[in-house]
Every structure is written in structure tokens, then in C-alpha cells.
């Protein structure tokens, strides 16, 4: 599996955590990311999408930007409701929180990418440690998207998971705390 590194973008993240509780601000603008979608891809046949946020106006806003190009079949507000969704809708891609109730995301990913058919995992969240990350990968997932930079990250995200290539941030160098996975609780709820 490959790793496609991500393109920084200087996106002020204030105004990305305002857009998750008020409607004034749109969290993933269309047209930054119209001009950076290849023609061939737009035509791509339509993925179904699972997704999995315990924050409604959260999923209400990836939906918005997904739907365009992704059939968004289901979404689940716990890790646990998650696998169960994951089983029954058999979605090709989950997009999923890594800090929801019940069972944590990593946990979360851990079970479905065990399942024989599981989907293309991209995880979508606020936790931007490398060891978190380690651990999501480790777990199965083949993205790895800060909420926000959603906007601009997370369909190139479902593209590289659904082609089987890995899609992580490009972290500046002593950004983050490094944490060894044993100390990164997947079972984390808020």
C-alpha cells in the first residue's frame, strides 16, 4: 500500500471548529475543491458511503459535501452502531470519528476491517498526534483527515482508500507530541 502525502494548506482552524457548531460557516467549501477534481474521476461511479460522527451538524456538513459525488448510505453515532452499520450496509467506504461514545473509533475500525468485506476506512477527526494516526493505520484504516482541512482533504482522501492507496497528513516536524499507540486509548469517548 502506498502513501500519497497530503498537501498542506494555511486553512485558519478557529474558523474550521466554529463551522462544526453554527451554520453561518460553511466547514467544506465546493469550490475549492471543483478545479482540483479530475474529469476521469468525476465520472467515477458513484462509492457508497458510511459514515460515523457522534456530532450531527458534523455529518450534516460531510453529507452536503459528499453528496455530489458519493451515494451516503447510513451514518452512526457510536462506534458500536458503526460496526453493526458497516455489517449490514456493506458501504465502500466509512468515513469515521476516532472520539465517538460506546466504542472508540480505532476499536471501531479494528472490528470492521476484520470482517471479510470490509470497506475502505478513512478516518476524519481533531486528533492530530502521530501516534493516533499510527494507530488508526495499524488498525486498518487508509486515510487519515483533520476535520479541518476537510474541506479540502477528504474526497482526495476516499479516492486514495477507495484505489487502495494510504493518505495521511504532512505534519510539520515537532508539531505534535509523540505518543507510542499503548498509550493512545481507543476506546476513547468524549
Known amino acids: 500500500m502506498g502513501i500519497l502525502p497530503s498537501v498542506c494548506y494555511q486553512v485558519p482552524p478557529c474558523e474550521r471548529l466554529q463551522a462544526v457548531t453554527t451554520d453561518s460557516f460553511d466547514p467544506f467549501p465546493r469550490d475549492l475543491l471543483c478545479d482540483s477534481i479530475p474529469l476521469q474521476d468525476r465520472a467515477m461511479a458513484r462509492a457508497r458511503v458510511l459514515l460515523a460522527d457522534n456530532h450531527p451538524p458534523l455529518l450534516a456538513a460531510v453529507r452536503r459535501l459528499l453528496a455530489p459525488d458519493f451515494d451516503v448510505v447510513g451514518e452512526a453515532s457510536d462506534g458500536a452502531e458503526a460496526v453493526r452499520l458497516a455489517g449490514s450496509l456493506q458501504p465502500d467506504v466509512m468515513i469515521i470519528d476516532l472520539a465517538m461514545p460506546r466504542m472508540g473509533g480505532i476499536e471501531a475500525i479494528r472490528q470492521i476491517s476484520r470482517a471479510g468485506s470490509s ?57 505534535h507530541r509523540n505518543r507510542s499507540p499503548e498509550e493512545v486509548d481507543p476506546d476513547n469517548t468524549d
Do not use: C
Open 119 to 175: 470497506p475502505a476506512i478513512v478516518a476524519l477527526t481533531v486528533l492530530s498526534d502521530p501516534a493516533v494516526l499510527a494507530a488508526a493505520l495499524e488498525a486498518g484504516a487508509r486515510g487519515y483527515v483533520l476535520k479541518s482541512q476537510a474541506g479540502i482533504e477528504l474526497i482526495p482522501a476516499i479516492r486514495a482508500a477507495l484505489a487502495g492507496e494510504a493518505r495521511v497528513p504532512a505534519w510539520p516536524t515537532g508539531h
